[in-house]
């Protein structure tokens, strides 16, 4: 089954063993641009005090993802030994959409995550013709399976533009509407 999660509702989620125990909390996504993907989580401590950790928990090692925790096998993986590198220039958030025949679409706000795979599948976005009046206007484009993400800008093919929604709860038909047409499988 797949469920679709904003980047930003991954935030704040406690990160839990099989065994129960409540090991970390999720503090931000880190996105790899060149992929589509998610490519891990950078953890705070849970409690009363709590501090960053200065691990990260790479998206391999997680065994799920769900709207109320993020699953590991073991605490043990969270062991610095074990970390990986994070990709630099993860971050789209406030980067212009433009088509590839150099329509401006948007601005992003949050990117879209198919929870099974990892696979960032859409942006949410503040739409270009958005008057500045009605600021809490949303909209959500979904993406081909490989883009162009510069820094300032991420481009995506004119078609996909068809299939932008405002609403997110029908937005996972959007996304495979659009791969279909595509000639892609999610």
Not at 130 to 136: A, R, T
């Amino acid at each position: 089954m797949k469920l679709l999660m904003r980047g930003t509702d991954l935030v704040g989620l406690p990160v839990v063993t099989l065994d129960g125990d409540d090991i970390a909390e999720v503090r931000d996504v880190l996105f790899d641009g060149e992929h589509g993907a998610v490519h891990g989580f950078t953890l705070n401590k849970r409690g009363l005090l709590s501090g960053r950790l200065k691990e990260h928990l790479p998206r391999a090692q997680v065994r799920a993802i769900g709207p109320h925790a993020v699953m590991v096998a073991t605490a043990v993986e969270l062991a610095g030994d074990q970390m990986e590198t994070a990709p630099a220039g993860g971050n789209v958030l406030a980067d212009r959409v433009m088509t590839d025949t150099g329509v401006q679409v948007g601005t992003v706000t949050d990117v879209v995550i198919d929870t099974s795979d990892g696979d960032v599948v859409g942006f949410e976005l503040v739409p270009a013709d958005e008057p500045d009046q009605k600021k809490g206007r949303r909209a959500y484009l979904p993406l081909p399976e490989t883009g162009a993400v510069s820094g300032e800008a991420v481009i995506v093919p004119a078609a996909c533009v068809d299939y932008i929604t405002s609403d997110f709860e029908d937005f996972d038909e959007a996304v495979d509407r659009y791969r279909t047409q595509q000639g892609g499988v999610l």
